[in-house]
Nanobody, 122 residues
Framework: QVRLVESGGGLVQAGGSLRLACVAS????????MAWFRQAPGKEREFVSY???????AYADSVKGRFTTSRENAKNTVDLQMSSLQPEDSAVYYC????????????????WGQGTQVTVSS
């Protein structure tokens, strides 16, 4: 069982920045692919970013160039640095984990955090 705990959400003005963090309890964290998803009220959960066990990254088109994900395997953490935030980025952000997989990067996540709220005011 893998436990994920997110932190770093909050209220920020449009154009501002936030850094989200996710700590995982997995003893073999380096073997996991990690991702961030988000869900706004009344909308489906959507993919935000992905970082493979080896550090390769991918992003949704809506956040490309503004968000950066990174991981530190020695600390079992994955971060999401968000800049140039806009009101449409407001959502609950979830950290997700899956064992190394060849599935599409938006699928196959067995482990999820409880989420952290990000609110961007205009």
């Amino acid at each position: 069982q893998v436990r994920l705990v997110e932190s770093g959400g909050g209220l920020v003005q449009a154009g501002g920045s936030l850094r989200l963090a996710c700590v995982a309890s997995a003893r073999t964290f380096s073997r996991f692919d990690m991702a961030w998803f988000r869900q706004a009220p009344g909308k489906e959960r959507e993919f935000v970013s992905y970082i493979r066990y080896n550090g390769d990254t991918a992003y949704a088109d809506s956040v490309k160039g503004r968000f950066t994900t990174s991981r530190e395997n020695a600390k079992n953490t994955v971060d999401l640095q968000m800049s140039s935030l806009q009101p449409e980025d407001s959502a609950v952000y979830y950290c997700a984990a899956r064992v190394q997989s060849t599935l599409p990067i938006t699928r196959g996540y067995a482990y999820w955090g409880q989420g952290t709220q990000v609110t961007v005011s205009s």
